[in-house]
């Protein structure tokens, strides 16, 4: 089953379904193997990753650059953290031909002004695009792709901005219309009742994606009941191999030495798995010649 149709799967299933961040191909890849479905490639933990900011300082080619590395290290669908499509409509539209050329199953754009602010940074000094113009680039990233199973989804920023219930409904009921796939709809409360409004109201009439960074606290069970179709966890993986590198490097400069620490970190033969070394191994068995003697240079 090609990876867009995976994706779209998991978008309309019955159940709640869970997509799991990532931010290279290593990551990716284990995020494949602990059993997720799913893929998040998350534009923060990319740009982190890199040493810079989540504000498009990394370049689009460069995010690209990444995610094909994951999406050739695993199976399962990928969906991209796509900002606000790095640009207008005519950037976004070329974005979404070179994922396809890479084999990403769909990617999120959100309804902010490039170059974007992380959400959860001065959220309401952030302002929105004009609905008709992220209407616009929607429509041409949805006539640019050659996969009908791509898909495009919105993410409404409507109270990460600072606005009400009410302008998140239209915003998301417009982008609905404009043809995107699913709706992401974002909040940075502690609490789950925003999107619980919005959900109220929304009434199923289309596929919705949740991030509980912030509302981390709230039960699973909530986000079935309210009818959300999708969760992402965010920036996980990220944030988890910061912790794990901070403290063993302060270990290995406190201590001088390897000692200490060298049980309680994978063994090298791990990362040779995780790279897939023995499928080297058996293909230099297969395609190069077996060690023979160097020939002589003819002498006169």
Request: proline residues 3%; hydrophobic residues 40%.
């Amino acid at each position: 089953m090609k990876k867009t149709t995976k994706l779209k799967n998991l978008l309309h299933s019955q159940q709640l379904e869970f997509l799991m961040e990532a931010h290279n191909g290593l990551s990716a890849k284990i995020v494949e193997e602990a059993g997720f479905k799913g893929i998040w490639a998350s534009g923060l933990s990319i740009a982190a990753s890199m040493g810079v900011r989540d504000n498009n300082e990394a370049s689009w080619t460069q995010v690209v650059d990444i995610l094909e590395f994951m999406s050739d290290a695993t199976t399962i669908p990928i969906l991209v953290d796509g900002d606000t499509g790095y640009g207008n409509f005519n950037n976004a539209r070329r974005l979404v031909k070179k994922l396809e050329q890479i084999d990403i199953a769909g990617v999120c754009i959100e309804d902010k002004l490039f170059p974007k602010t992380n959400s959860f940074i001065n959220g309401r000094a952030q302002p929105l695009a004009p609905i008709e113009e992220f209407c616009g680039k929607i429509k041409a990233m949805k006539d640019t792709q050659m996969d009908d199973d791509f898909i495009v989804a919105a993410r409404v920023e409507a109270f990460i901005a600072g606005w009400g219930l009410e302008e998140a409904l239209a915003r998301a009921e417009a982008y609905r219309q404009a043809g995107a796939d699913a709706i992401l709809i974002h909040s940075k409360n502690s609490d789950f009742d925003q999107i619980a409004a919005f959900m109220k109201e929304w009434k199923n009439r289309h596929p919705v994606v949740i991030v509980p960074t912030k509302y981390y606290s709230t039960p699973t069970s909530e986000f079935v009941k309210s009818g959300v179709n999708t969760v992402i966890w965010a920036n996980h993986n990220l944030r988890a191999s910061i912790t794990a590198m901070q403290d063993i490097s302060k270990q290995i400069h406190k201590e001088a030495s390897l000692m200490q620490v060298e049980n309680s970190i994978v063994n090298v033969e791990e990362v040779f798995r995780l790279q897939n070394a023995e499928e080297l191994q058996r293909a230099e068995k297969k395609y190069l010649p077996t060690a023979t003697t160097p020939s002589q240079p003819e002498t006169e």
